[in-house]
């Protein structure tokens, strides 16, 4: 069973940065494909970014690539996620996933999933 405790949510006005953090629990976390999907208020879970255990590849939704970054420090036991010029459009709760390494299929098939953080984009 792997844990998942995510911070670093707050409000932030448009055009600015925030940084996510994730810890995860257990001492398998080199070994596991880490991601982030985000939940905006009446719609769908969506997929944000993904980084492999094996550190390559990262993938990114289309949303956010060349403004999110996704990175992982495995002698921390967490993963990252930059997101820089921000929008409104990006308020939403940030979930980080995980899963045992795949290599293949970044976009869904997490089995663990942390309680979300709060991301709120002011115009």
């Known amino acids: 069973q792997v844990q998942l405790v995510e911070s670093g949510g707050g409000l932030v006005q448009a055009g600015g940065s925030l940084r996510l953090s994730c810890t995860a629990s257990g001492r398998t976390f080199r070994t596991y494909d880490m991601g982030w999907f985000r939940q905006a208020p009446g719609k769908e879970r969506e997929f944000v970014a993904a980084?492999?255990?094996?550190?390559?590849?990262?993938v990114y939704a289309d949303s956010v690539k060349g403004r999110f970054t996704i990175s992982r420090d495995n002698a921390k036991n967490t993963v990252y996620l930059q997101m820089n010029s921000l929008k409104p459009e990006d308020t939403a709760a940030y979930y980080c996933?995980?899963?045992?390494?795949?290599?293949?299929?970044?976009?869904?098939?997490?089995?663990?999933w942390g309680q979300g953080t709060q991301v709120t984009v002011s115009s």
């Open positions: 996933v995980a899963r045992p390494g795949q290599y293949s299929n970044y976009r869904n098939g997490y089995d663990y």
């Open positions: 980084i492999s255990s094996n550190v390559y590849p990262t």
